[in-house]
């Protein structure tokens, strides 16, 4: 009897899945490589034309960056004439400012104005986005802000992706506060969490490492992070509890989830207290 050609003995077999193993494993590798872009940076451009409109009064601002790119920002102010500072709101990964303008309120009950930025590629804010050109869009906001303000009277505010960039600026600007909302100890931290079978510091493009710029910062800093947050999950953000200062606050909100925290009591009676000092 002639023996079926197709018959594999269990070396071949081990093999031959091996390679299936390895193959996949090596293209899901290059996917999350090559497509990282897109599974962290949801954003939303507008046109340059495009007109603002908000229910509250508000500024809007480009800064000229070189030739090609343009840096934009829109500054809500407070009903009152009065001023006690600027809140620099670096926001999320999602849209672009139109989706954030709502919390603008937190701060301009309290007479701080709010300056939120958008990245490159979001909104009308044009260039490419990558760590460097964040950071230093994040330096020519905090220089107009400190031509009308103080550094006593700047609070940055990082939420979500904002955190490491607001972490960045406090730790190399005098400012008054830092307060960061669901944050991440950093990106490379973040994607170990979802894919902890790849070497994902060499991986990943950002690095954003919150954790080290908050060792240099030397003003307050408040933190706020939900326990039910499936995002940037609270077992992750609460390693940067080891890095914080004596008289830092990290505050847990039960039940919180990742984009929820404004619909929370005690988001709004810390929030209120820190900003009524």
Known sequence: ????????????????????????YGSAGIALYYLQEKLLLRSTPLSADYQFKFNVPFKEVN???????????????????TRKGVVLYFHGNRE?????????VNFTKHDYEVWMVDYPGYGK?????????????????????????GADSIIVYGKSLGSGIAAWLASRKPTKRL?????????PDLFNHYAPIYPVESLSK????????LKDVKVPVTIFHGTDD?????????????VLKPGDEFITIDKGSHNDLNGFSLFHKKLDSVLSL
């Open 1 to 24: 009897m002639k023996k079926d050609k197709t018959t594999r003995t269990p070396k071949q077999k081990f093999l031959r899945w091996t390679r299936i193993i390895i193959f996949i």
């Open 230 to 242: 499936w995002i940037i999950p609270y077992s992750h953000a609460s390693k940067l509890k080891q």
């Open 206 to 213: 950002f690095k954003f490492p919150t954790d080290e710029y």
């Open 125 to 149: 804010t044009t260039g490419k986005f990558t760590e460097e050109n964040v950071y230093s869009q994040a330096r020519e906001v905090y220089k107009l802000a400190n031509t009308k303000f």
């Open 63 to 81: 800064i000229s960056l070189n030739a090609t790119d343009n840096l934009n920002l829109v500054q809500f102010l407070p009903q009152d004439s």
């Open 179 to 187: 307060i960061l909302e669901t944050p991440y100890y950093s990106i």
């Open 96 to 104: 672009n400012i139109n989706h954030y303008a709502e919390y603008a």
